[in-house]
């Protein structure tokens, strides 16, 4: 199975694609879509809308899987991102590719074993599942992979959106 993780956002959204094939884990592809800050939303909006659709038609994924929002104490970015993954969401359904949401602390609880993990324990565990040397500089993109795995993890027990 193919998986496109994503954690969302209108400045920066993470993006991996691993496959997952009998139990073991392969990074084919990660990075980011990023917008510039005085870009009209709407345009920024419309580049994540594009690069996802490019990236989806590069590597045609199986199934996505995408953070659900977290509550943010900015209400105007907490709309904002909101925005961003309904592009996703949007992106997904017209491709036809199942699609699937996780809260953080499925995420957690999928790659680490516990709901409650701090980030480097996320990212040690990544690392050690992906066996990989180093991961991104940017956390946008190892959360990403996180969701991923989640979604590798849960697939069979998943509602798809």
Not at 7 to 15: E, V
Not at 32 to 52: H, N, Q
Not at 75 to 100: D, E, H
Not at 127 to 144: A, E, N, R
């Amino acid at each position: 199975m193919r998986i496109l993780g994503i954690d969302p956002g209108f400045a920066i959204t993470g993006y991996s694609i691993i496959d997952y094939i009998g139990n073991k884990f392969q990074l084919i592809d990660s990075g980011a879509v990023t917008t510039k800050a005085g870009e009209a939303f709407p345009e920024r909006l419309s580049k994540l809308y594009t690069d996802i659709n490019i990236i989806i038609d590069q590597y045609k994924p199986d199934a996505i899987s995408v953070e659900e929002l977290f509550f943010n104490n900015n209400v105007k970015t907490a709309i904002n991102v909101a925005q961003a993954r309904g592009i996703i969401l949007v992106a997904g359904c017209q491709k036809q590719i199942p699609t699937y949401e996780y809260t953080p602390l499925q995420v957690k609880q999928a790659v680490v074993g516990y709901g409650r993990a701090d980030k480097m324990q996320v990212q040690k565990m990544v690392k050690t599942i992906l066996k990989v040397d180093k991961l991104p500089k940017l956390d946008d993109i190892t959360d990403s992979m996180a969701i991923a795995i989640c979604h590798a993890h849960s697939a069979k027990f998943a509602q798809k959106l």
